[in-house]
């Protein structure tokens, strides 16, 4: 087989793994959305979601690429209005983390304890949901 097939098998694998870490991220964005009694989120959660229209766009995108030898037609443009969706994710989560987290306290969620200051913030109705 050719090399470039190869590449393009690497790119698939990538963007599978990728698509499961997102099914995870989406899974706690609808419950937020859902208001369900166990709500894990922070201001990652929202970087990820905005953040991977362009790393889908990227990865299949490559695909593409090693099998046809070609970028598609209109590349550059959408590659510069999804990374500047991308750079938005960024600047706004942090707002709209702290409204979350207002906004949850106010509905009369508590947080559990968390295992570092890296990992996500779980709110909870009852504190004997935390784990």
Do not use: Q
Not at 69 to 95: E, T
Not at 120 to 128: D, N, R
Request: include cysteine.
């Amino acid at each position: 087989m050719n090399k470039k097939y190869f590449k393009a098998i690497g790119v698939t694998i990538l963007l599978l793994i990728m698509a499961f870490m997102m099914s995870v991220v989406i899974r706690s964005f609808i419950s937020l959305i859902l208001m369900k009694d166990e709500i894990t989120f922070s201001s990652t959660v929202i970087m990820c979601i905005m953040s991977s229209p362009l790393l889908f766009y990227s990865l299949s995108g490559s695909i593409s690429f090693f099998i046809f030898d070609r970028l598609p037609k209109y590349n550059k443009i959408i590659v510069k209005h999804l990374s500047r969706l991308m750079i938005a994710s960024f600047i706004i989560s942090f707002p709209i983390s702290f409204y979350v987290d207002y906004k949850l306290k106010i509905d009369g969620y508590v947080t559990c304890d968390k295992i570092s200051w890296m990992s996500p913030t779980t709110y909870v109705k009852k504190l004997s949901l935390c784990k």
